[in-house]
């Protein structure tokens, strides 16, 4: 089956043939971290996680090899340093921010269903000339220079965008167009106001690296360059992003890598993933709709939120809503309740411990091998599930292989995503109790322990004793004080003979929180009696 992908650089969809199909690669910029990536930065995660699923199962695990970089030197690190560890030296502080938060983005896309990238590399292990040889900044800068593409001035090296006749193919922006709103007192250093900066002094108080121009730090475009390079080669197969990294980081990678190697290209096709919004609006702190995965994960499973994402086709625009992720849970719930029933069947599928993926149906191939059309393919997982309901005896294992080969369930933990806790001692958990229940599920569910600990501790402290097993499945005994299901329904029933029905109401409302269904009826007698049992 080919693979055909849209090129941002060509404007067109257009088949995928790697330039080694024993070696296919793939780079993907990955984030700054100075500080929690937020659900913006998970979109281009969770897409290019999808590709490289698709890559290792076309061309094998062992010839595909995807490079998600860390940037771990930027200005805005250098400013929460100070600002988060003012009492420590700057060095030490900014060390403490970058492993925080590089620590958190692999624990918060892990809990997403992502696979971890063949390499990681650190943007600071790659300034200085490397004894193993692979390529760095300072080295990078020096063919520049040498090739009459880059200059010094003003104390900065800057790359010569007129050196570069074709500059601009990428994002469609011509020179001209950018000198016409140039600020000429700003940039009076500058040939012309579109060079970039390949080299930035450091002062005393700023991080910094020895090199040919002086103490300094690389700027932010040389980074990608270099460590693409450094594990992928001068030219690769695919490079990719969010659609903001186009204009002008991806244009001047491009540039820098192009005029340092003399190739003819950097990556044969180049990715964009769409804009994300929440709740029809641009994500912004002011406006208070601005979300950390982390923070999101306390809430949802991660699974939830990269099914989610993956509803709208990765080049299309989201719109992150509420509503569309309680919509997205139920239908995984609904899933994932339905294949437990059939557990056994597929018990063997997952081989999680060698990392061996199973392989997906035709019509999920088909739909992701079409540009990544993950709209199409949650249609064709809808459409084995009706199956599934239908009672075709092959649908339950087709519909576990599909899903966990796209990171959205697991085989062995299928319970999960049960919202149905199972309680003992003829004690029921109040509706504050059972929505700390889902809460601790989610946190074991995303891995994330010290929540997990924290919830624990407060449902103990409320009488309430709690088990998680291996499949996700929850059982709860309430030993504090009970709550009484008979002496409510007793008080429904006085309430309803006296015509109290807003009390009466209220009661089953009450009941329902809990999750207990009320049955009226009459017994042989004539007289209205109540039957009640836990929903499912």
Not at 140 to 155: D, F, M, T, V
Not at 338 to 362: H, K
Not at 461 to 488: C, H, M, P, Q, R
Request: aromatic share 8%; with cysteine.
């Amino acid at each position: 089956m080919d693979l055909r992908l849209y090129d941002t650089l060509t404007r067109q969809k257009k088949p995928f043939a790697p330039i080694d199909p024993h070696n296919v690669r793939m780079y993907v910029c990955g984030p700054t971290v100075y500080d929690f990536a937020h659900i913006g930065n998970a979109r281009p995660v969770i897409v290019f996680d999808v590709l490289f699923r698709l890559l290792r199962h076309l061309h094998g695990e062992t010839h595909v090899t995807y490079v998600r970089n860390i940037t771990d030197v930027d200005d805005k690190i250098n400013a929460r340093a100070v600002r988060d560890f003012p009492n420590l030296p700057l060095n030490d502080a900014i060390r403490q921010v970058t492993e925080k938060t590089t620590a958190q983005f692999h624990a918060d896309v892990k809990a997403l269903g992502c696979l971890p990238p063949t390499y990681e590399p650190r943007a600071t292990d790659f300034v200085l000339p490397r004894a193993d040889g692979k390529a760095d900044m300072v080295t990078l800068i020096k063919q520049l220079i040498a090739r009459g593409h880059a200059y010094e001035a003003g104390g900065e090296v800057l790359f010569d965008t007129v050196s570069m006749p074709d500059y601009g193919q990428l994002s469609g922006r011509k020179l001209e167009d950018q000198q016409a709103g140039a600020r000429v007192a700003v940039e009076a250093h500058k040939k012309n106001p579109a060079d970039f900066v390949l080299w930035k002094q450091s002062s005393d108080e700023e991080p910094g690296w020895d090199s040919p121009w002086g103490r300094g730090r690389p700027g932010w475009h040389i980074e990608c360059s270099a460590m693409s390079a450094a594990y992928l080669g001068e030219v690769f197969d695919i490079h990719g992003g969010g659609l903001d990294l186009i204009f002008p980081h991806h244009e001047n990678e491009i540039a820098q890598s192009r005029c340092a190697h003399g190739t003819h290209a950097m990556a044969n096709i180049w990715m964009h993933n769409g804009f994300l919004q929440v709740e029809g609006e641009k994500m912004s702190k002011s406006l208070g709709n601005f979300f950390t995965i982390n923070e999101l994960l306390a809430d949802w499973h991660g699974e939830v939120l990269r099914f989610n994402m993956l509803k709208t086709h990765y080049r299309s625009p989201i719109d992150w809503t509420v509503s569309a992720l309680n919509e997205s849970k139920r239908e995984l719930q609904t899933w994932a309740n339905a294949l437990e029933n059939t557990e056994g069947m597929f018990r063997s599928i997952g081989q999680r411990a060698t990392g061996v993926l199973p392989s997906p149906s035709n019509a999920i191939l088909e739909a992701i091998s079409d540009d990544l059309n993950t709209s199409q393919m949650v249609t064709e997982l809808r459409s084995i599930f009706s199956r599934l309901r239908s009672g075709d005896p092959s649908a339950s294992v087709e519909l576990m292989q599909n899903l966990e080969f796209l990171g959205l369930l697991r085989s062995d933990q299928l319970a999960l995503l049960n919202p149905y806790h199972v309680g003992s001692g003829g004690r029921l958990a109040s509706p504050e109790t059972k929505h700390k229940l889902d809460l601790l599920q989610i946190a074991f569910a995303n891995g994330n322990t010290a929540l997990q600990d924290k919830l624990t501790l407060e449902l103990q402290k409320a009488g309430v004793t709690v088990s998680i097993f291996e499949n996700g499945a929850v059982s709860y005994e309430v030993t504090g004080s009970a709550i009484d299901i008979d002496g409510l329904i007793a008080a429904r029933a006085a309430a309803r003979a006296r015509k109290d029905f807003k009390e009466s109401d209220r009661i089953r409302d009450e009941l329902a929180a809990m999750g207990v269904v009320l049955k009226d009826g009459k017994d042989a007698s004539g007289n209205p009696t109540t039957m009640w049992e836990i929903a499912r």
